[in-house]
């Protein structure tokens, strides 16, 4: 019995490289943790890890669609400009324009599925690279934030349109019910819906999809969509948090979630990936960040340890590509 168990577990892990990609990150993480532990009191509290979850809030939410438009097509770099591009026309239309709050709102979401819409056309029209075009139009948004806010900051204080990022249900914060949401959604879409594998075989390998019949320009497109939708359901949460629109908001965003997308092992090849495991690297960041912060670690070196991070994950994105 023993033997066969042995065997078994041989044949499970046949080497240590496969065994580090499947269950390197859960080592990391509870390395980051005792360490943090030891290093400062507050750290393991229940205060605390609430911090942690609200500070991933924004970027999980972004990195939760973004990871189905990897799979299937490609890296979405406006979602930064369109978290801006929310505060921006809330602050424009409602502010400055006398609009009610739910006109904001609608627009601001809808800003975010124009976007994606966008995007997706362009893409699959003119079958361009996702990054060059995300790219140019992540430039166009962010240039009309500030066109809308004349580069002026707007202070938001309206109750519905902070609603997200500062309304708490038994003491939890709504930003952490959106985050959970989205990745249990999503990560059910993946899995165990037609979309979820269509997605999969799209990022697979496009020509063999298309001739089994599968939509693959529409799934492009829904695609980008859902994760411009997502962006300007992440712009909201900051707004709630900030409590004002910054034309300048979410310029780090983009790389933020891309870097917890590759570290929970999805490749930018496509047609591999997990939504959890992406959870799994959005937490790691948010330990990171939180223990340095709890150490007074220099906001320099903070950004230079999530480029080291960014950096790993490339590399380990080309350890799995090469390997398949």
Not at 24 to 38: H, M, S, T
Not at 168 to 180: A, E, G, Q, T
Not at 195 to 217: E, K, M, P, S, T
Not at 270 to 290: A, E, H, K
Request: hydrophobic fraction near 55%; charge should be positive; charged fraction near 10%.
């Amino acid at each position: 019995m023993s033997q066969r168990l042995l065997a078994g577990v041989r044949s499970h892990f046949s080497s240590p490289k496969e065994f580090f990609v499947r269950y390197g990150l859960f080592f990391v993480l509870a390395i980051l943790c005792v360490y943090f532990w030891y290093a400062s009191p507050f750290f393991m509290t229940g205060r605390n890890f609430i911090n942690i979850f609200v500070s991933i809030s924004v970027i999980g939410t972004i990195a939760a669609a973004m990871t189905l438009a990897i799979i299937g097509r490609g890296p979405d770099l406006t979602v930064g400009a369109v978290c801006a591009m929310v505060g921006c026309i809330q602050a424009n239309l409602v502010l400055l324009n006398g609009y009610p709050w739910y006109i904001g709102m609608l627009a601001a979401l809808g800003i975010g599925l124009l976007v994606g819409f966008l995007n997706g056309i362009i893409i699959v029209k003119f079958n361009l690279a996702p990054f060059i075009v995300t790219l140019g139009m992540m430039n166009v948004v962010r240039g009309l934030c500030f066109v809308l806010t004349n580069g002026l900051a707007h202070f938001i204080n309206i109750p519905q349109l902070v609603f997200l990022g500062r309304e708490r249900w038994f003491d939890i914060p709504v930003s952490i019910v959106v985050l959970v949401v989205c990745f249990i959604a999503f990560e059910f879409i993946s899995r165990k819906t037609v979309f979820g594998r269509q997605v999969y075989a799209c990022g697979g390998n496009r020509v063999a999809a298309r001739l089994a019949g599968i939509n693959v320009d529409k799934i492009g497109v829904l695609l980008f969509m859902l994760t411009g939708f997502m962006a300007a359901v992440a712009g909201t949460i900051v707004v709630g948090i900030s409590g004002a629109a910054l034309p300048q908001t979410g310029d780090g965003y983009p790389l933020d979630a891309i870097t917890a997308i590759l570290l929970g092992g999805t490749t930018l090849a496509g047609g591999s990936g997990s939504v959890r495991r992406t959870f799994l690297g959005l937490l790691i960041i948010g330990v990171l960040n939180n223990g340095m912060a709890l150490l007074n670690v220099q906001t320099y070196w903070q950004v230079t340890a999530k480029g080291a991070f960014l950096l790993a994950a490339i590399i380990l994105d080309s350890l799995q590509h090469r390997s398949k």
